[in-house]
């Protein structure tokens, strides 16, 4: 059985720094694409930033420069380091392992 659990969401304040993590099991790591996304309330859910089996990266615009998506094979996790945070990035983020999401992490960003 695969699971993906997402943690590290929480409040922060604007310009301010996170990290969230995304483990997974049941599932070879080191050969699946995973990604975040994120939603918002009443829309639709967004890529973040993807990261392949090279370790080959891709940010989506509002993103770049801002936030590094990095994975640790070895411990079958992700992450999403976020910097300079915004209120927009405000929403619930998740991970995608090749095709199985996880249940989600809540970030606020606020002061």
């Known amino acids: 059985q695969v699971q993906v659990v997402e943690s590290g969401g929480d409040v922060v304040q604007p310009g301010g720094s996170l990290r969230l993590s995304c483990t997974a099991s049941?599932?070879?790591?080191?050969?699946?694409?995973m990604g975040w996304y994120r939603q918002e309330p009443g829309k639709e859910r967004d890529m973040v930033a993807i990261?392949?089996?090279?370790?080959?990266?891709k940010y989506e615009d509002f993103v770049k420069g801002r936030f590094t998506i990095s994975r640790d094979s070895a411990k079958n996790t992700a992450y999403l380091q976020m910097t300079n945070s915004k209120p927009e990035d405000t929403a619930v983020y998740y991970c995608?392992?090749?095709?199985?999401w996880g249940q989600g992490t809540r970030v606020t960003v606020s002061s």
């Open positions: 995608l392992v090749h095709l199985y």
């Open positions: 990261i392949d089996t090279n370790d080959a990266a």
């Open positions: 049941g599932i070879s790591f080191s050969n699946s694409l």
